[in-house]
């Protein structure tokens, strides 16, 4: 072969293994961005469903009809349960 050719194989091969370790290089840092990328996603779609919480909490109490609900879900069902459970009793008791 002649020099030019030996020069010009030596050269190309010289690039294409620059190439070849820039691209490895390259593909394991993207692996790894992706890895920290589905992290980030994961910690995403925690905030919003809590954040989705949150907003339904805070909207049953500025609504109306969430107020009511909470004022007979403290006050007027405890009271109903324990109506309830003495009818019970009393016809418990009645048949014993």
Not at 12 to 27: H, P, R
């Amino acid at each position: 072969m002649n020099v030019a050719e030996w020069i010009l194989v030596v050269i190309l091969s010289v690039t294409l293994f620059i190439f070849l370790i820039v691209g490895i290089i390259l593909v394991v840092k993207l692996i790894g961005l992706t890895k920290e990328v589905k992290k980030v996603v994961v910690e995403g779609q925690d905030i919003a469903k809590n954040t989705n919480g949150i907003v339904n909490n805070i909207k049953g109490m500025t609504s109306l009809g969430g107020t009511i609900q909470a004022f007979v879900d403290k006050y007027i069902n405890p009271k109903l349960k324990e109506t309830k459970k003495e009818e019970k009793e009393e016809k418990d008791g009645g048949k014993k």
